[in-house]
């Protein structure tokens, strides 16, 4: 079965779709940013009801954001672990060699925490927003901040074409290790070397195809005259009203109260 990768843009129509790409590119990095900086329960707390609110108006479903998490489970637990043995403190479990303590886990979990929220809110930006909205959103910023028209499409370009092939290459990835299956092959068994030649099966096809897929997309840029020393053509217009003002206010009222208090 092939399932849609994590991250991966859900369009449902809803109030947080609909706001201005540049308001939530901004605002979801700002409060991804200040998510880093979280320091006990009330400010955990704020976070909390801020991303459950935004979740609410996304419509997404939740599993969406579980199943990002579900990824970086060890990391966070390295994290609660490496914390956990390496802080001095009081000690809440001594097992001679190894010892946890009280410090430990209270920053180990605090950490964790933090690298929660701050996933929560990136994976959100992309959730909501369409890659090529993105990468619209992130030429109107550079050309506020004074890059000119030129550079500010480059850039945008190439942020929409890195946000386009990650998921395709995760897609492609897991049908060529289904294939391999198929054949027969074991990724899992065998020595080391067995390993290391199942796992080339795999990485060779993906980036084969993944260098096709970027030779078919320059030369299709080509054919519709989307070059470097020419900007794209927006359909949409940049308009701030309301819920774009609202978002971005409570995303850096948040980041100074975090920071600041």
Do not use: C
Not at 51 to 70: G, I, N
Not at 78 to 99: A, E
Not at 133 to 153: C, N, Q, Y
Not at 238 to 252: D, G
């Amino acid at each position: 079965m092939i399932t849609v990768p994590a991250g991966r843009y859900i369009s449902t129509g809803s109030s947080i779709h609909a706001i201005d790409p540049s308001a939530k590119i901004v605002s979801f990095i700002a409060l991804a940013f200040s998510s880093l900086f979280l320091d006990g329960p009330a400010d955990f707390l704020v976070y909390a009801v801020l991303w459950t609110a935004v979740f609410l108006l996304s419509a997404v479903a939740l599993r969406e954001y579980l199943s990002t998490l579900w990824g970086i489970r060890f990391l966070l637990l390295l994290v609660v672990v490496f914390q956990s043995l390496f802080t001095p403190g009081r000690v809440l479990l001594d097992l001679g060699v190894v010892r946890i303590t009280v410090e430990g886990l209270a920053n180990g979990l605090i950490q964790s925490g933090r690298v929660i929220f701050a996933v929560l809110f990136g994976i959100t930006l992309s959730l909501t927003t369409s890659p090529v909205e993105i990468s619209t959103g992130f030429e109107r910023i550079l050309r506020r901040l004074g890059l000119g028209e030129s550079r500010a499409s480059k850039i945008g370009l190439a942020a929409s074409l890195t946000l386009t092939f990650i998921p395709l290459i995760s897609l492609q990835t897991e049908r060529v290790i289904m294939a391999q299956k198929v054949r027969g092959v074991e990724f899992d068994k065998g020595s080391l070397f067995k390993k290391v030649k199942n796992a080339l099966t795999v990485v060779i096809p993906v980036i084969v195809t993944s260098l096709k897929k970027a030779q078919d997309t320059a030369a299709a840029l080509q054919i519709h005259f989307r070059s470097s020393s020419r900007a794209g053509i927006h359909l949409r217009v940049s308009r701030w009203k309301l819920p774009e003002i609202l978002l971005t206010a409570t995303a850096f009222t948040a980041l100074l109260g975090v920071i600041l208090l």
